[in-house]
């Protein structure tokens, strides 16, 4: 499966770590930075994997800054972005099932790696329900 991620410098070090874990699960990965643990503007990551995602370059995203709100609100301005705050692997989970979100995005400094790698896990396995979830799927698009 084609990824997407990206994370400012609070979320470096935990894209770093999945970045490792999806590629030995034999997904290739975009990486859209950054590159260091060096102060940057979360913005800079968001957009280019929230485009990727909206012109399905690849299949999901995953997005990763401080507290995760940052750059979750700013996938969130792109057109066919649905970019879930998931901290475990539950709330991973129902973003995929009640909402068809296709970007995931992690509070790096409130999480550790392994509840990171469980949500990375159920988020990319977990198919949309559908059904009574579609209508209103649809009706966030303004």
Known sequence: MKIAIGADHAGFSLKEILKN????????????????????????????VAHAVEKKEVVFGILMCGSG????????????I??????????????????????LTLPARFMGK????????????????????ENRVKKISC
């Not at 030995?24 to 990551?45: A, I």
């Not at 705050?85 to 991973?92: E, F, G, P, Q």
């Not at 392994?114 to 979830?133: I, M, Q, Y």
Request: net charge negative; aromatic share 8%; glycine share 8%.
């Open 114 to 133: 392994e509840e990171a790698k469980k949500c990375v896990d159920v988020f990319l396995s977990t198919p949309f329900e559908g059904g009574r979830h």
């Open 82 to 103: 649905r970019a879930a705050l998931c901290w475990n692997d539950v709330i991973a989970k129902l973003a995929r099932e009640h909402n068809n979100a296709n970007i």
């Open 69 to 80: 709100n940052g750059i979750n609100m700013t996938a969130n301005k792109h057109a066919g």
């Open 21 to 48: 874990y999806l590629q030995e699960q034999g997904h290739e990965v975009k990486d859209f930075g950054t590159n260091s643990e060096q102060s940057v503007d979360f913005p800079d990551f968001a957009h280019p």
